[in-house]
C-alpha cells in the first residue's frame, strides 16, 4: 500500500449534514436518523455503535450509498450523493466505497479471482490489469495460491480476506465494514482484525459498524448512536 | 456490442446455468420440443400440399375432366334388370361430340374408354386398364414417350393393333427383353408393342395409375372390346354399358376453365336424365388446395405459437426462481457498482443463451425431423423450407427475450439493502 506517503495531508472523505432518514410505516412515520452530523477523515478508522434500534443498520446502508437520506446532505469525496438517481449511486459504490459484509457475501458460482474482478467488470476495468492487481492484493491479504479457488472450499476467515481484498480492488475512498468478524471464531476474528489494523496503518480510511466492543476498542474514534442521533463520540488512545 | 464484456457475460451466464444443469437443460427441452415440432409439423404439411398440388397438377391446370360415375341406384331401376340385360349409362360419344361442337373456345377434347383386361406375354401376366383414347392424350397428359412412338392418326384410323404401354407394365410384361415390336396379348386379342411411356410416378385414387396402364387406339377399343362389360360380384354377374369413361377438355387459358366447365356441366345435366357423370375441374381442386394449405399453415402456426409460448412460460418460470435464488447476488453485484441495466443484460443473457441453445437443438432435431418421418412413414413426403427453420429459430430468441424481460426486470429493481439481507 502506498496510501501511506499520501495519508499526511488529511483531507475530509464523507460528511453527513443533519442527516435525516425517515420511513412511513402506514400512519406513523419512523424516524431512523433524525439529524446526523458526521465527518470522516482521510486515514481515520472509526467504529458505529448502538444497540439495535438505534440506527446503526440505517446509517450504514446511506453511508454505503445503498440508500438515500429523506432529509440533510451527504457529501462523498466532496461530491453531494443525497439527491442522485440508482445509476449515478451505482457508480459511486463502484468507484469510491469498498463493502465488507458480516456474511462475507461472495459469488458461489465464481472463483476467487473472478469474485475479485466483479467492481472492476463494472466499471469495463477487467483485463490483464485486473488480473494483476487481484494478485496483488490477494497476497496482500494472505491468500496465497487460492486465486482459482471456489468460495465454498474455502474456510470462512478466508473466505472474509477474499472480500476485504474484493473490497480493496476499486481503490475506494473508504472500507465500509457491517459486522465483519460476525460469522468468525474468536481466534479468526483477531487475524481479521489484525489484517484490518494492517490496512489501517498502511493509510486506508476504514468505517467499521458493529456492537462488538473488541472491534471498537480498535479503533480511534467510537460514534455512539441512539434513537436516531449521535449521542456521543469517544476517542480511544 | 460484443466486446469482452458482453464476452465475460455470456460466459457468466453459462456458467450460472451450470450451476443447475438439471433445470436448465429440462427448461431448454421445452423450447426445444417447440422449435422441433414448428419445423416438422410445417415440414409435413408442406409436403403433403406438395403432394396433393403435384396430383392435381399432373390432371392439368387448363383442363376440365368429365368422368362416367355409377347413377345412384334406384327401385325401379335395380328390380328392372334382368341377369342378362345390361345396364347403360355414363357418358356417350355424341357427349365428347356436341362438347367439341358447342363450344368454340377449345384446344381439344380427348374421349377415353377404360377396359379392364389381363394383359399376357407368354407367362408374365399383368391384371389392368386398357386405355382406348385418342392421340392429343398424349399432350394433355403431362407425360413423356420413352420407346418407340405415340398412337397416331393413321393408327385410330385403320384401328390398328398396337399398343403403348405405361412404365409399370412395361417392366410387368417384358422384364428382361426390350418390348417395342413385341406382341401382347390383352384378354383374347393381339396387339404390337409401338411405345413405352416414361415413369410418372404419381398416385390414383380411383384406379390404376397412368404407369399402369396399356394404351391403345380409340377407334380400336371400341370394335375389339364393345361397350358392355361383364363383372363378377358376389356370385351375380353385373353387365355395364359405358361408352366412354372418360373426356378430357383442355382450353386455351387458365382464365377460361372455370366458365367453360359451367357450360359444360349446365349441357350434360340437360341431356342425361340421371347425373351420370362428374366433372373434376383440377384449377377448382389446385384453389381449394391452395385454401386448405393456407388454413392448415395457420392452424399449425397456432399450435406451434402454443407450444413455443408454453416453453417461453418454462422459462420464465425458471428465471423467476433463479431471480429469487440469488437475491442476495443480486444485492452483492449491485453494493459492488452494478447499474440495473447490469444486471438486466445478465439475467436476459442467460435467458436467451437458454432459448437460443434450445432454439438450435430443436432445429437440429428439426432439420433430422424427415429422416424420422421417413423411418416411421416411408412413402410420406416432406418439404422443409428454410424460411420455416429461420422463423423458428428466430421466434425462440424472441420468446426468450419477452419472457425473460420481467425475471430480469424484478431482478434489477430489487432494493439493494433488502436483497442484501436475503437469506
Redesign the interface.
Known amino acids: 500500500m502506498t496510501r501511506s506517503a499520501t495519508a499526511s495531508a488529511v483531507t475530509t472523505i464523507a460528511e453527513l449534514v443533519g442527516v435525516e432518514r425517515h420511513y412511513k410505516m402506514g400512519e406513523n412515520v419512523v424516524r431512523a436518523l433524525d439529524g446526523i452530523n458526521l465527518k470522516i477523515m482521510s486515514g481515520e478508522y472509526i467504529a458505529i455503535m448502538g444497540r439495535s434500534g438505534s440506527g446503526k443498520s440505517t446509517l450504514l446502508n446511506l453511508l454505503g450509498c445503498l440508500d438515500r437520506p429523506t432529509g440533510g446532505q451527504y457529501l462523498v469525496g466532496g461530491e453531494d450523493v443525497s439527491n442522485l438517481d440508482d445509476g449515478q449511486l451505482s457508480e459511486v459504490r463502484g468507484k469510491k466505497i469498498g463493502f465488507i459484509f458480516q456474511s462475507f457475501n461472495l459469488i458461489p458460482q465464481l472463483t476467487v479471482l473472478e469474485n475479485l474482478e466483479v467492481p472492476l467488470f463494472y466499471q469495463g476495468r477487467v483485463g490483464v490489469e485486473s488480473r494483476a492487481k487481484a494478485q496483488r492484493l490477494a497476497e496482500r491479504v494472505g491468500l496465497h495460491g487460492r486465486l482459482g479457488h471456489r468460495p465454498l472450499e474455502l474456510s470462512g476467515g478466508q473466505q472474509q480476506r477474499v472480500a476485504i481484498a474484493r473490497a480493496l480492488m476499486n481503490d475506494p475512498l473508504f472500507l465500509l465494514a457491517d459486522e465483519a468478524t460476525g460469522n468468525l471464531d474468536s481466534k479468526t476474528e483477531e487475524e481479521i482484525l489484525h489484517l484490518i489494523d494492517e490496512l489501517h496503518q498502511d493509510g486506508v480510511t476504514i468505517v467499521v459498524v458493529t456492537h462488538n466492543p473488541r472491534v471498537a476498542e480498535r479503533a480511534q474514534k467510537v460514534v455512539w448512536l441512539k434513537d436516531g442521533v449521535v449521542e456521543r463520540i469517544e476517542v480511544n488512545r | 456490442m460484443f466486446g469482452?464484456?458482453t464476452l465475460?457475460t455470456i460466459r457468466?451466464g453459462i456458467?450460472?446455468l451450470l450451476?443447475h444443469k438439471l433445470r436448465s437443460s429440462l427448461t431448454m427441452l421445452g423450447m426445444l420440443f417447440g422449435v422441433f415440432s414448428v419445423i416438422a409439423m410445417l415440414a409435413i404439411g408442406e409436403g403433403a400440399s406438395y403432394e396433393a398440388q403435384q396430383q392435381i397438377k399432373a390432371l392439368g391446370s387448363t383442363n376440365i375432366i368429365v368422368r362416367t360415375q355409377k347413377p345412384p341406384e334406384t327401385e325401379e331401376s335395380s328390380s328392372g334388370n334382368s341377369m342378362w340385360s345390361a345396364k347403360f349409362f355414363g357418358l356417350k360419344y355424341r357427349d365428347a361430340q356436341r362438347i367439341q361442337d358447342t363450344l368454340l373456345n377449345l384446344e381439344m377434347v380427348i374421349p377415353i374408354r377404360e377396359t379392364r383386361r389381363e394383359a399376357r406375354v407368354g407367362a408374365n401376366w399383368y391384371p389392368t386398364d386398357v386405355l382406348g383414347t385418342v392421340p392429343e392424350f398424349l399432350p394433355a397428359s403431362a407425360i413423356k414417350i420413352n420407346e418407340g412412338r405415340w398412337l397416331t392418326a393413321v393408327d385410330e384410323h385403320r384401328q390398328s393393333n398396337v399398343a403403348v404401354l405405361g412404365a409399370l407394365a412395361a417392366r410387368a410384361l417384358f422384364p428382361l427383353a426390350p418390348p417395342i415390336g413385341q406382341t401382347v396379348l390383352c384378354g383374347a386379342d393381339r396387339f404390337e408393342v409401338v411405345g413405352v411411356l416414361e415413369y410418372q410416378g404419381l398416385s390414383n385414387a380411383r384406379g390404376p395409375t397412368l404407369d399402369q396402364c396399356i394404351f391403345v387406339p380409340m377407334s380400336t377399343s371400341r370394335s375389339w372390346f364393345g361397350d358392355i362389360q361383364t363383372k363378377m360380384t358376389g356370385g351375380t354377374f353385373e353387365r355395364t354399358g359405358i361408352e366412354l369413361h372418360e373426356i378430357k377438355v383442355r382450353v386455351r387459358t387458365e382464365g377460361e376453365v372455370l366458365d367453360t366447365a359451367v357450360v359444360i356441366e349446365a349441357m350434360l345435366a340437360s341431356t342425361h336424365s340421371e347425373k351420370d357423370y362428374e366433372v373434376i375441374v383440377p384449377l377448382r381442386l389446385l384453389m381449394q388446395a391452395e385454401e386448405t394449405k393456407r388454413i392448415f399453415n395457420l392452424v399449425l402456426g397456432a399450435i406451434a405459437s402454443i407450444s413455443l409460448l408454453v416453453g417461453g412460460i418454462g422459462i420464465m418460470n425458471v428465471m423467476l426462481a433463479t431471480v429469487t435464488e440469488r437475491t442476495?447476488?443480486i444485492?452483492?453485484?449491485?453494493?459492488?457498482?452494478?447499474?440495473?441495466?447490469?444486471i438486466i443484460s445478465q439475467f436476459l443473457v442467460e435467458t436467451i443463451v437458454l432459448s437460443g441453445t434450445g432454439g438450435l437443438l430443436g432445429v437440429g432435431l428439426g432439420l433430422a425431423g424427415p429422416y424420422f418421418v421417413k423411418l416411421i412413414d416411408p412413402e410420406r413426403i416432406t418439404v422443409t423450407k428454410p424460411e420455416h427453420v429461420l422463423m423458428a429459430f428466430c421466434i425462440s430468441a424472441a420468446v426468450g427475450i419477452v419472457f425473460g424481460l420481467y425475471p430480469a426486470w424484478r431482478a434489477a429493481n430489487m432494493d439493494?439493502?433488502e436483497a442484501?439481507r436475503h437469506e
Do not use: D, F, M, Y
Open positions: 469482452p464484456a465475460r457468466l456458467k450460472s450451476l442476495r447476488e444485492g452483492i453485484r449491485r453494493a459492488l457498482g452494478a447499474k440495473k441495466k447490469n439493494p439493502v442484501l
